[in-house]
């Protein structure tokens, strides 16, 4: 078997907290990214699932080094990216890329898409001056921008084009892995299909690997090859999309997984209404976090925090019940 | 007799670069109790089409060229703004999309909650908040006593939203007006709000219009849908039978480009191009120059809405004509 692109062995991203002006000192810490391990492999697409606050983006931001990992280690082709130099670290950049969610906030307005396009060639010297032009031009092919629009600034595109500049942004360096953080939460129904029909089909023809951070589990499932579910900075469910979105066994990944529209008129299956929100990351719940608000939860869940573990050959859950709760079905 | 019937609304924003037909000629009715999805993409009309009722329209820019909206015998769009406040906020009802930012960060949720109750209801305050505290227990909301002098901020989202229909709920409207009510929150606290707007419309007898572009929330609630595109309902039908049967290839389209609906990593289906400019509408069907099955007579003649069912309607000529 290859080298995974990307491996993360017990991966944390902590925040303190500081409270006072003159005389700070530090009152909490909030643990946005707590303890994840999870491998990519090539031509992989990984989906990762969460509410808001469960800290899927704070993990990206750290893969990317935007953010310093507390602790832990993030291994792109076998090179350790915390223990890296900051060159080292913008040479890694080039494999890595992101696209981010809200295609009006990432672009800058004062750049043209040509100069957009051209600014990551230029720095990272990708190819000579003179054939940035031609490069940029099969970009736009690529993603399917009319080839004429390399003079024209962010403002003048819709909303799905900006996410196809973006995308194109991101492919300017043939990276190996793009991470894309709810690339098409903020689109149209119609035209999601289309950036989600763009991005499996550059996953395919250029053998890229993809980590998609979504909200959604319908559109998870429809590009992930696997699911990674996220509850408060830890995974606590881990599989084959299939898997983990028929047969989920988190009682939290039921409960999302119950939320997906049927469309049969009857309702389907029953709606899970979980109680109470998201609990706040700078105070945790004991053991399992999800247990004031797990039908499941014992006094045994507020213990100990339970690991993840495997139940399958390829599907890891992180609930002490879940064998039990999977029994009677 | 129809607890809202409108007629052939048309509501359009004149702006510098032309007349931009937001709302072009829209008619439906809701009974009372009834639950009535719009679904549309941003810039179909739904939006302005409440805005348009409830008077919230900013005009000028925005003008109601024409229609009518009788609501229980009174005219929306021709009465007296003091018969207008009378319905406002009493007998209709509007919950918001964020309510971060319809809620009044300067003031406490206690005050926010009875202000429709001493302005319609004209009771004392104590009562008053007697009656917020019942409706915020009603909501869902824990310690209620404590909560009720907090200020927004102090409020999770969900939370907020739960304050937000507690508000509109509060005098007990006969017609509550949901306009994306869950867009902002996240999965699981959306289902909490959406089975709570659902009680909540079965313990008063309301009405409720969702307005949403998430077709899988209208699929669980509503009793009725109707699509809109470009300013016009292309599509209304019961729920069953628009899910089942849909007729207009707008509708069909959108159901092939949904994920949940389609067999995994399969092709989505594509709508090529974008929605039209609504100051430059194409001729004719506005639809036609996405739409697969156009042929020539598409972009010449206004398609109307022509039932062919009791209970479904479409408007699309070929579908009219009995080819598709």
Same mark, same amino acid.
């Given at each position: 078997m290859?080298?995974?692109?990307?491996?993360?062995?017990?991966?944390? !991203?902590h925040?303190?907290?500081?409270?006072?002006?003159?005389?700070?000192?530090?009152v909490? !810490?909030?643990?946005?990214?707590?303890g994840?391990?999870?491998?990519?492999?090539?031509?992989?697409?990984?989906?990762?699932?969460g509410?808001?606050?469960?800290?899927?983006?704070?993990?990206?931001?750290?893969?990317?080094?935007?953010?310093?990992?507390?602790?832990?280690? *993030?291994?792109?082709?076998?090179?350790?990216? !915390?223990?890296?130099?900051?060159?080292?670290?913008?040479?890694?950049r080039?494999?890595?890329?992101?696209?981010?969610?809200?295609?009006?906030?990432?672009?800058?307005?004062?750049? !043209?898409?040509?100069?957009?396009?051209?600014?990551?060639?230029?720095?990272?010297?990708?190819?000579?001056?003179?054939?940035?032009?031609?490069?940029?031009?099969?970009? =736009?092919?690529?993603?399917?921008?009319?080839?004429?629009?390399q003079?024209?600034?962010?403002?003048?595109?819709?909303?799905?084009?900006?996410?196809?500049?973006?995308?194109?942004?991101?492919?300017?360096?043939?990276?190996?892995?793009?991470i894309?953080?709810?690339?098409?939460?903020?689109?149209?129904?119609?035209?999601?299909?289309q950036?989600l029909?763009?991005?499996?089909?550059?996953?395919?023809? =250029?053998?890229?690997?993809?980590?998609?951070?979504?909200?959604?589990?319908?559109?998870?499932?429809?590009?992930?090859?696997?699911?990674?579910?996220?509850?408060?900075?830890?995974?606590?469910e881990?599989?084959?999309?299939?898997?983990?979105?028929?047969?989920?066994?988190?009682?939290?990944?039921?409960?999302?997984?119950?939320?997906?529209?049927t469309?049969?008129p009857?309702?389907?299956?029953?709606r899970?209404?979980?109680?109470?929100?998201?609990?706040s990351?700078?105070?945790?719940?004991?053991?399992?976090?999800?247990?004031?608000?797990?039908?499941?939860?014992?006094?045994?869940?507020?213990?100990?925090?339970?690991?993840?573990?495997?139940?399958?050959?390829s599907?890891?859950?992180?609930?002490i019940?879940?064998?039990? *709760?999977?029994?009677?079905? | 007799?129809?607890?809202?019937?409108?007629?052939?609304?048309?509501?359009?924003?004149?702006?510098?670069?032309?007349?931009?037909?937001?709302?072009?000629?829209?008619?439906f009715?809701?009974?009372k109790?009834?639950?009535? +999805?719009?679904?549309?993409?941003?810039?179909?009309?739904?939006?302005?089409?409440?805005?348009?009722?409830?008077?919230?329209?900013? #005009?000028?820019?925005?003008?109601?060229?024409?229609?009518?909206a009788?609501?229980?015998?009174?005219?929306?769009?021709?009465?007296?703004?003091?018969? %207008?406040?009378?319905?406002?906020?009493?007998r209709?009802?509007?919950?918001?999309?964020?309510?971060?930012?319809?809620?009044?960060?300067?003031?406490?949720?206690?005050d926010?909650?009875? @202000?429709?109750?001493?302005?319609?209801?004209k009771?004392?305050?104590?009562? %008053?908040?007697?009656?917020?505290?019942?409706?915020?227990?009603?909501?869902?909301?824990?310690?209620?006593?404590?909560?009720?002098?907090?200020?927004p901020?102090?409020?999770?989202?969900?939370?907020?939203?739960?304050?937000?229909?507690?508000?509109?709920?509060?005098?007990?409207?006969?017609?509550?007006?949901?306009?994306?009510?869950?867009?902002?929150l996240?999965v699981?606290?959306?289902?909490?709000?959406? @089975?709570?707007? #659902?009680?909540?419309?079965?313990?008063?007898?309301?009405?409720?219009?969702?307005?949403?572009?998430?077709? &899988?929330?209208v699929?669980?609630?509503?009793?009725?849908?109707?699509?809109?595109?470009? +300013?016009?309902?292309v599509?209304? %039908?019961?729920?069953?039978?628009?899910f089942?049967?849909?007729?207009?290839?707008?509708? #069909?389209?959108?159901?092939r480009?949904?994920?949940?609906l389609?067999?995994?990593? +399969?092709?989505?289906?594509n709508?090529? +191009?974008?929605p039209?400019?609504?100051?430059?509408?194409?001729?004719?069907c506005?639809?036609?120059?996405?739409?697969?099955?156009a042929?020539?007579?598409?972009p010449?003649?206004?398609?109307?809405l022509?039932?062919?069912?009791?209970?479904?309607?479409? %408007?699309?000529?070929?579908?009219?004509? &009995?080819?598709?």
């Open positions: 290859s080298l995974p692109i990307l491996q993360l062995a017990n991966l944390k !991203t925040f303190p907290v500081h409270r006072g002006f003159v005389f700070k000192r530090q909490g !810490t909030v643990k946005a990214v707590d994840v391990s999870l491998t990519v492999h090539r031509g992989e697409v990984l989906g990762l699932v509410e808001s606050g469960c800290g899927k983006s704070t993990l990206a931001r750290t893969i990317l080094q935007l953010v310093p990992a507390t602790e832990g280690a *993030i291994i792109l082709e076998g090179r350790n990216l !915390t223990r890296s130099s900051a060159a080292e670290i913008k040479a890694a080039r494999h890595l890329q992101m696209v981010f969610q809200d295609p009006y906030a990432s672009l800058n307005p004062r750049l !043209t898409v040509y100069a957009t396009l051209a600014e990551p060639m230029l720095v990272h010297k990708i190819c000579p001056r003179d054939e940035v032009a031609h490069r940029i031009a099969e970009l =736009m092919q690529t993603v399917g921008l009319p080839p004429l629009s003079k024209k600034y962010p403002h003048e595109f819709s909303g799905g084009q900006r996410q196809r500049i973006a995308i194109a942004r991101a492919l300017a360096l043939q990276p190996r892995l793009i894309a953080d709810e690339p098409v939460s903020a689109l149209d129904v119609s035209i999601q299909a950036i029909n763009l991005l499996s089909q550059l996953v395919r023809r =250029m053998h890229l690997s993809l980590v998609f951070i979504a909200h959604d589990l319908s559109v998870v499932k429809h590009i992930s090859d696997r699911v990674a579910v996220m509850y408060l900075g830890k995974i606590v881990l599989g084959l999309a299939i898997d983990v979105i028929e047969r989920p066994l988190h009682p939290y990944t039921r409960a999302l997984v119950s939320a997906i529209p469309f049969r009857d309702g389907g299956r029953p899970i209404v979980l109680p109470g929100d998201p609990p990351p700078l105070n945790p719940p004991s053991g399992c976090a999800f247990h004031p608000r797990c039908p499941y939860a014992t006094v045994a869940c507020q213990a100990a925090v339970p690991p993840l573990e495997r139940s399958k050959a599907h890891e859950v992180a609930c019940r879940a064998a039990e *709760i999977a029994g009677p079905r | 007799m129809p607890l809202l019937e409108v007629n052939d609304l048309r509501t359009y924003f004149h702006t510098r670069s032309g007349v931009c037909r937001a709302v072009d000629g829209v008619s009715s809701v009974e109790g009834e639950t009535l +999805g719009i679904v549309g993409e941003s810039g179909s009309g739904k939006s302005v089409t409440c805005y348009s009722l409830m008077g919230l329209l900013p #005009q000028p820019p925005g003008h109601i060229e024409s229609g009518r009788l609501f229980a015998g009174t005219d929306l769009l021709r009465c007296t703004s003091r018969e %207008a406040r009378a319905i406002r906020g009493k209709i009802a509007m919950v918001f999309q964020d309510p971060l930012t319809s809620l009044n960060p300067y003031l406490r949720i206690s926010q909650l009875i @202000e429709p109750l001493i302005i319609h209801g009771i004392p305050r104590q009562h %008053a908040l007697a009656r917020a505290l019942a409706m915020l227990e009603a909501v869902g909301i824990n310690d209620a006593a404590a909560r009720l002098h907090h200020y901020h102090e409020f999770s989202g969900g939370m907020r939203q739960r304050v937000m229909i507690a508000m509109s709920l509060i005098t007990q409207p006969e017609l509550l007006i949901a306009d994306e009510p869950t867009t902002a996240d699981t606290v959306q289902a909490q709000i959406l @089975e709570l707007i #659902q009680r909540l419309q079965r313990e008063f007898n309301m009405a409720v219009i969702y307005i949403t572009h998430d077709l &899988g929330v699929s669980g609630l509503c009793d009725r849908v109707q699509v809109m595109y470009a +300013g016009r309902i599509e209304t %039908a019961s729920t069953r039978s628009l089942a049967r849909p007729r207009h290839p707008y509708t #069909q389209a959108l159901q480009s949904i994920p949940s389609q067999p995994k990593g +399969g092709e989505l289906y709508i090529p +191009g974008l039209p400019d609504p100051a430059k509408k194409p001729p004719g506005a639809f036609a120059p996405r739409c697969e099955h042929t020539g007579l598409c010449s003649r206004d398609p109307e022509v039932p062919f069912q009791d209970d479904h309607a479409t %408007a699309c000529l070929r579908v009219q004509a &009995g080819e598709l």
